[in-house]
């Protein structure tokens, strides 16, 4: 029930080498975080398995469902089941909120061999998820995340994780900027996704979100390598002696 397996993971951005041999393995019904220090890489690594066109993948490989991940498309990525919330997430003016989701929808649907629903039947579907993160239906028919605040733009993209009802979910910051009611909406959001049969991914440079989604594993990210991993105790310890004596243990830096 391996989900992911990331081995020796390296990739550029514009020539410049980000990650520097990852290694990670994600199984079904599992809660991973990845802290560390800021220019870590962490984005880098959430936009590399979303197939970000931005990032060249210059060796070791990637396997989702096995699959080699590393081959497909973006699109067929997020078909497939693999989601990605922006720490910055987009604007898409023009488009509508619930046209932009249920297009999505469809979309994994049909990668999943089921019919496309209709409209109507699509919005029966969205009142009930946007139950889930608390948000007002006449978000629906703005345009995506245009004018919404940040919190309303995290929230949204977990509306979008709880209508594609992804096989891995990627959250990168998700609770950057969100203020405690909206941080543990997006929490309980994230904790009614979460099951035996999916995994998720949280990125997070705090300890505070995981006081409200306990994760089973917490990985240190630094200089594009994961450099320990532990359990949710080692957030704690992380969040009382900093970063520099796992770097100094790790790297014999400071
Ligand atoms: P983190 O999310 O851990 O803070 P990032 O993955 O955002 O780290 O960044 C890692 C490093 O890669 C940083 O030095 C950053 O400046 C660089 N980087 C990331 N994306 C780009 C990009 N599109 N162009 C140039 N440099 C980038
Ligand atoms: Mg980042
Ligand atoms: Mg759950």
Redesign the pocket.
Known sequence: DLILSVKNLTAD??G?P?LKGLNLDVRAGEVHAIM??????????S?VLAGHP??TVTGGEVVFQGQNLLEMEAADRARSGVFLAF?YPLEIPGVSNLDFLRVAYNSRRKAQGLEEVDAFDFDDLVEEKLEIVKMNSSFLNRSVNEGFSGGEKKRNEILQMAILEPKLAIL?ETDSGLDIDALKIVANGVNQLTSPENATIM?THYQRLLDYIVPDFVHV?AQ?QIIRSGGKELALELESRGYDWVLEEALGVG
Do not use: E, L, R
Request: charged share 20%; aromatic share 10%.
């Open positions: 951005v514009d410049t980000i560390g220090p800021n220019g870590s890489g962490k984005s880098t690594f936009k931005a990032y720490q990168d990125i990210m594009g």
